[in-house]
């Protein structure tokens, strides 16, 4: 037996590695650089919390989202690491403290944004740090041609190099060969190995439904619940289309939870351990949940709206199926809801104007904005449209650049400093929605064709070549 497999046995509990694991760990343990493509439910974690927990010096790991970092933090503890993270939710107080105990060699494992590396005094609290690994999770937000590029993900390479460049793993479940150049250019490491553990899911039967109005959604929501026992996810894009399906089933006495940015957080967190711990529950949710939740009985899959990409589509249906057993994926398709994307991509990139007017409001009206919020930002703005959520988004990039920062107040933003030149030009608004519209155009093509196996186009959109059909999906079924 390896010692990589020793190690395993005597220091977690586990008995074997899954997948590629042990692939990757291989190039960690040579201090070698790897891209590491690996499914979702496949334990990309334990590839750097392996070498945090058993060698010397601090391994970073950079993480998009605060939720998936929360978690992943806890899971790391519960493997008995000394474990943190930083990010905007922290109050000040807390943030130094663990700065200070980082400087002190407090932790073995720490997650951060990359936004993080603007902050100096997070760089000195590691610079007297050895930093043994850099992981980047869901490392397809560096390329522009990835389905969730954030702009300061596209500075990684500069950020190792405030590191000294130490060995680097990035690791994704999703990314074309064009993003998987990319990633290895940005993060400056071309000649990686890339570890590829396939895409396979051949467990999964994948169908699409034409489908017109919400009502006919429904109806279809509560044939495929009574077709399909078990555990069930219904995706929904829009919080206001959740709400709807699930007054609907309500009424219908159909048992289910759910998941959203407008409930409590302690809600959420009641529905989620929840729907954890029983067998049978059905979650109506948007794409949010199944970031780091790993339940391997999902039997049914419902996305109730297109998603944005192919990208997006196939990481969410990962979340079916991990034990391996028949599940069943069903996307319900409305016309009208591609331009409902399109309206929420647009949206989501306001410009520059857009952007700093919004900073100069809150700068500028601290009482009214504490009294009325986002209704203020929307009335001076001039626009009154129930979907357009420009000034949120305009927030969460003011707070991702650092010129925000969350605060006790009642609008729960301080201003730091005004947005720079340097800013809007990294974020390239423009190009990188016409890359969204791009994917977007993708998706909708896969969605309304009818004539090619559905899951051997999503292998061929990953560069993955597949001649036998899946002979599940609803194409491949239509032609036997």
């Not at 077709?227 to 959740?242: F, K, M, P, R």
């Not at 519209?437 to 093509?445: D, F, G, T, Y």
Request: charge should be neutral.
């Amino acid at each position: 037996m390896s010692e990589l497999h020793e190690l395993l046995k005597t220091n977690f509990k586990f008995t074997s590695f899954r997948g590629e694991q042990e692939a990757v760990l291989q190039r960690v343990w040579q201090n070698e650089n790897a891209l590491a493509l690996m499914p979702t439910g496949m334990g990309k974690s334990l590839c750097y919390q392996f070498p945090a927990k058993l060698r010397e010096g601090l391994v970073v790991v950079i993480s998009p989202l605060i939720a998936l970092m929360q978690d992943q933090v806890q899971k790391s503890k519960e493997l008995g690491l000394s474990a943190t993270c930083l990010n905007s939710n922290l109050d000040r107080d807390e943030k130094e403290h663990r700065q200070a105990r980082l400087a002190k060699g407090d932790y073995q494992l720490v997650f951060v944004t990359p936004e993080r590396f603007r902050k100096p005094e997070f760089l000195k609290s590691i610079e007297n740090r050895k930093i043994q690994l850099l992981a980047v999770d869901e490392a397809h937000c560096i390329s522009q041609w990835g389905h969730n590029f954030r702009p300061d993900y596209s500075k990684l390479g500069e950020f190792r190099a405030l590191l000294g460049n130490p060995p680097t793993l990035a690791l994704t479940a999703t990314a074309t060969p064009q993003v998987q150049k990319d990633i290895l250019s940005k993060l400056n490491i071309p000649q990686a190995a890339i570890i590829s553990g396939g895409i396979e899911r051949p467990n999964l039967s994948l169908d699409v439904h034409d489908v017109y109005g919400l009502d006919e959604k429904i109806r279809a929501i509560v044939a495929l619940r009574h077709q399909y026992g078990g555990s069930g996810i219904i995706y929904c894009s829009l919080i206001q289309t959740l709400k709807k399906v699930s007054q609907a089933l309500n009424r219908l006495g159909l048992d289910h939870l759910v998941y959203h940015g407008d409930l409590a957080p302690q809600d959420r967190k009641r529905n989620q351990n929840t729907f954890m711990a029983q067998d049978d529950a059905l979650m109506i949710a948007t794409p949010a949940f199944g970031l780091g939740i790993d339940k391997n009985n999902v039997r049914l899959l419902v996305h109730v709206e297109i998603p944005n990409s192919i990208e997006s589509y196939f990481q969410e249906v990962g979340r079916a199926g991990r034990d391996g057993q028949p599940s069943f994926c069903h996307l319900m398709y409305d016309p009208d809801d591609v331009s409902i994307q399109m309206e929420f991509l647009k949206w989501s990139h306001p410009d520059s104007e857009f952007i700093r007017k919004v900073y100069f409001l809150i700068s500028e009206n601290r009482l009214r904005i504490n009294q009325e919020g986002f209704d203020f930002l929307r009335e001076q703005m001039n626009f009154r449209n129930r979907r357009d959520f420009r000034a949120e988004a305009a927030v969460n990039i003011l707070e991702r650049w650092g010129c925000l920062e969350k605060s006790e107040d009642p609008f729960p933003y301080a201003c730091i400093q005004e947005p720079s030149e340097e800013q809007f030009q990294i974020e390239n608004g423009v190009e990188i929605l016409r890359s969204q519209n791009s994917k977007l155009l993708e998706i909708v093509r896969w969605a309304t064709q009818d004539t090619e196996c559905r899951l051997n186009l999503i292998y061929q959109y990953f560069g993955h070549k597949h001649e036998t059909p899946c002979g599940q999906c609803d194409v491949c079924r239509g032609k036997l």
